[in-house]
């Protein structure tokens, strides 16, 4: 096991990015890797595991690349540790507190960005279950990364949620139902379907719509088990049909939603032949 | 949308007519009424030499109650009549799988019993059926029922579970029967209608056919969400799923005797006195059927003679009904998603018009009138439009 002093050899500038519950999270430039972020693990737990795992074993373009695992002491505890690509981006959530809302070329590019990775997570049977605003960059040139896995699903592998919990692991606002109600039998890709579509329909609108005026955390939940998102009118799509894919994907059923990215994609690609584009200021 | 005849009580001769008529008809054989076993296959190929199919629903919605008619079948578990209630199909699927055989039925619908609540038990024996099924019904199509309490389709997150279980039931698709809320003809709750056009849409969305059992014309709009098929009768009995009627020790012969006219323009039926009222308003040409659903059953009501006068009898009135709905189901489904949902909208306030027309001379359909029902049906395509609508849209096209 390495001595954090040793990992710090190869680290300079050095930030402090985030601290969660299970992990510190810093930006750093490696004398290897260039810009990288180094992620401290305070428990070594099934769900960090699994991170790693998805994150080093499948390679997704769209998500950073691992560049080195292992385990170093850390305030004198055996701790974890993952130093993967920094990507050169903005967080989405930075953005949007910002007030920067997509043109609907942007809105389309990302929803297909995120379309195509839950495609390959589909492909392996992941759920990400965690895509939110948090977890989004997105680059100068429109390329968007997925990141933390942290409470990912393999769902041909053992659940790390107890079958009896009342709640599943999940973000209000951008987490389905079947998910923060724990029925782990109908969870499958269309749950990422939904947080991909509530990002998509708050980064065009300004607009979480089930947490914008809630007053807690179980009061977003219940909205999002009830209510029904405004369908906007979106300047250029001339035939409501981005929108109403946005509201298909929000669906409060998974039965109401795409049956799987594919057909997403597919009537994204018949939206899109129907929109009109009309750049508006950011 | 496909139309199908639901056999009740005096239905035997009643489907043979309009089989002639239709040029061939799929009759949904009540073995409440056709009995014992053996009487079925006469009459299954007397319907088939018409041009028309038969299906057979083994009405299991109650097994451990006694029924008089159906205790006379071969398939009835009368000693061990338990045994499904203990989730043991195997004997009653294998006498079931022979008569669909005998019968050459077109699909071989599965028992089921009728639930007031779905869970995973139910999920799990409506498994065990299909999958015993599949065994000892390996050539034959199999629907599934799904026979559910008044309360079921009231509720949209058991609408969702009985989808969810679909999803993993090995069969070609289900037959759907329900009670009513509150036991009214015509149902006054949007939610209800919404909801079971959901869960059609639900289980169409996973590729299977999907039958809805003893309807009525205020199931038309189960075409948008791509329906395959209703099925209606003669008596309300078999255009209202009641569980109590495959319940009691007696077969209670539906007791009505009002002749009835559905006046298909305005969705609602009336009793034959208010359509002299009508005449008399001279008003009558505003009910006369139209020329595409015009029939032998009902035109001498409308040749000039005072309508109470002619001879249009009690079986008329249901021969004109189910002609008329036939026909209306055909009509039902567009060649888009959007075009179906404007017509039913269309059909809807073009009744509602006649209907208030019809309301300023004080001829009204009582309890069958579907003045409110129109609203009903409305708020219902509306909110189905809203939950799946985009996504029904995209599929249209795919069977």
Known sequence: MLDFKQLEENLSN???????????????????????????????????????????????????????????????????????????????????????????????????????FIKLLEEKHIVHRDIKPENIILTNNGKVYFLDFGIARILNAPSLTKTEALLGPHTPGYAAPEQFKNLKSTIDSRADLFSIGVVTYECLTGRNPFSEGAISHLDILQRTETITPVSFQIKGDTQHQFMGLLSSLMGKYPSRRPKDSIQALNWLSAAISTLEYEEVTK | MKFYLQMCHGMKSMCLDLSRTWGGATVILSPQNIYPTIKLKPYSESIRKLGGSVLFDPQLYAPSKFQKNLQKHDYWPREDFTSIELSEYNEVLKRLADINLNLHTEMFILPSR??????????????????????????????????????????????????????????????????????????????????????????????????????????????????????????????????????????????????WFYCPQTLSEFKVAYLDVAHRSGILNVMATPSQMENEFSNMLFGGAIPSSTNYEESDSFKHYLHCLRIQCEFSSKFTYIETRNYHFAQL???????????????????RDFNEICDVNAAAIQLFDKEFGFAIAREWDIK
């Not at chain 2, 009744?351 to 300023?360: F, I, K, V, Y």
């Open chain 1, 14 to 116: 050095m930030e402090q990015l985030a601290r969660g519950g299970q992990k510190v999270v810093y930006s750093a430039t490696h004398s290897s890797f260039g810009e990288v972020v180094l992620k401290l693990f305070f428990n070594t737990d099934a769900r960090s595991q699994r991170e790693i795992e998805i994150c080093s074993g499948y390679n997704f373009d769209c998500v950073p690349k691992i560049y080195e695992t292992g385990h170093v002491s850390y305030i004198g505890t055996d701790t974890l540790y993952l130093i993967e690509q920094r990507v050169n981006g903005e967080e989405l959530r930075k953005r949007l507190i910002k007030g920067t809302r997509f043109t609907l070329r942007e809105a389309v590019s990302f929803l297909e960005q995120g379309l195509a």
């Open chain 2, 114 to 259: 009728i639930i007031d609540r779905v869970d995973d038990q139910w999920g799990k024996d409506q498994d065990t059926i299909a999958s015993q099924a599949r065994i000892v019904a390996k050539e034959q199509q199999l629907l599934l029922t799904v026979a559910l309490g008044k309360d079921v389709l009231m509720n949209d997150i058991q609408v969702e579970s009985i989808i969810h279980y679909a999803h993993h039931w090995d069969i070609d698709g289900v037959y759907i029967v329900s009670e009513h809320p509150e036991h009214y003809y015509l149902v006054d709750k949007p939610i209800w209608i919404a909801n079971l056009m959901s869960l059609i849409a639900g289980i169409k969305r996973l590729g299977k056919f999907v039958v809805v059992g003893y309807a009525n014309h205020q199931m038309l709009p189960l075409s948008l969400a791509k329906c395959d098929a209703i099925a209606a009768g003669s008596f309300l009995n078999a255009r209202w799923f009641k569980a109590e009627h495959f319940e009691t020790s007696e077969n209670k012969e539906p007791s009505q005797r009002t002749k």
């Open chain 2, 349 to 367: 306030e073009t009744a509602a018009q006649l209907l208030t027309g019809l309301h300023n001379e004080r001829i009204k359909g009582q309890d």
